[in-house]
């Protein structure tokens, strides 16, 4: 397996440099790395230092860097509107959505959203999915860390989709096949997924009118917590980056 | 969204059925459906029956059919051999799978899994697979419930793997991409999933001498729960199935 990352705010400048802080912690008292082992640092930002342990403390780590690499922001971005889901289904999406490379995730307080993020309770709600995104981040190895705001409402996240280069719109009802609408080579594809009680009729219509083409996935009904992350393979896939 | 689906072990053959067990329960009790409300009866392999509610008791439902109709076995048939999973991954990936259409899952007993299915324990781990994906069928509508078989040795598994119309072998270092990997239109094409440390070098070795294909999915490291929905989106996709 390729070597483990840990994320750090800024990539070090210095030939030597020590991990410490949650990061440091969990090398070399969790995942206790040793001398001589490789790691990878990075800012979540497309910045990556590869580096070797020179020595393991405690709760921190120093390493010396080996090479320092830049990758270029994606393009296409993907981006998923993602509707508010009860239980963990939501930190499960934003899970497998980030492991399959997702760039953004934007959450929906779409109308049969059985829960909404309000106060402390959805605060807490909120940095549990990007708590959720920036583990997976680090466990997939990406380079880039998901965009993740707060939750938007539908006339947010309808803004959002009519100013993106493609809206895709989850719709069991419709007869376009996700795998065979086109695609821009450029830009923001806009993915909404829909809460378990599927999108209202209202907001269907407002996603349409702002250029989105309703897409299904297959014949099956998917949970949201699986749609997204399907979808997001499918169009992966479809422009080139897998 | 679709009429929900109740699974019998046979489909009625009589314009008036009387589903009870506990599906006539589920139905009943649990959805709450009521005379006049629509449902569909599947058995699992292909058939359907469309019905509405004539009387709802307790604990089951009379029926009266509307209509019937069976569904051609898919092919291509999209197996799946999955690596044990420890925790409830296994069961996440089954569910996940079962939604995005498998047609058959395998558990492999890899080298590398931490469970193995020994004894009581492993009888009743392999039933919450079945239980699992049971559900995921009823609640994605499918027509065909996965075949689920006992855990199988390596050896079994590559065996499985060479007599199918085509091998893949999930392998993140592999340079041979999945969304370009040629696949057959007919028979089976089987997927191998390994577990969350990887598929043992000999074990890589024995599936490719088998005539499997190592692919990849992306740069980076999926977990064995999401490869698995993530590779099937996209091939669902290729074989023209979504």
């Known amino acids: ?79 998923v509107v993602q509707a508010l889901a009860k239980g963990d289904r939501g930190e499960l999406a934003v ?9 953004e995730i934007v959450p929906w307080a779409a109308a049969r959203c059985v829960v909404q993020w309000r106060g402390d309770r959805g605060e807490r709600a909120r940095h549990r999915w ?6 997976a981040a680090k466990q997939s190895r990406r380079p880039w860390l998901p965009a ?11 803004d959002r989709v009519g100013a993106a280069a493609a809206g895709l719109v989850l ?3 419709s007869a376009t096949r996700i795998s065979t609408v086109d695609l821009p080579t450029t830009g923001e594809i806009v993915l909404v997924v829909g809460p378990e009680g599927g999108i209202a009729p209202a907001e269907l219509a407002a996603f349409e009118a702002a250029g989105a083409r309703p ?13 997204g992350v399907a979808a997001l393979a499918v169009l992966a896939a479809r422009i080139g980056r897998w």
Do not use: C, K
Not at 95 to 103: I, K, N, S
Not at 215 to 227: I, K, N, Y
């Open 215 to 227: 897409v299904r996935l297959g014949d099956t009904v998917l949970r949201t917590s699986t749609a």
């Open 95 to 103: 899970q497998a959505m980030t492991e399959v490379g997702v760039d």
């Open 130 to 135: 990007v708590a959720t995104a920036r583990e």
């Open 1 to 79: 397996m390729s070597r483990p990352l840990f994320l750090v705010d800024a990539l070090p400048t210095e030939d030597t440099y020590t991990l410490d802080g949650p990061e440091g912690h969990h090398a070399a008292a969790v995942q206790r790395l040793r001398a001589g082992e490789e790691l990878t640092l990075g800012d979540g930002r497309g910045g990556t230092a590869t580096a070797v342990v020179i020595a393991a403390g405690r709760d921190s780590l120093t390493v010396s860097i080996t090479g320092r690499a830049y990758a270029r922001p994606p393009d296409p971005r993907l981006v």
């Open 171 to 173: 719709d069991p009802e």
């Open 148 to 158: 993740l705001g707060p939750a938007g409402s539908t006339r947010q996240v309808v």
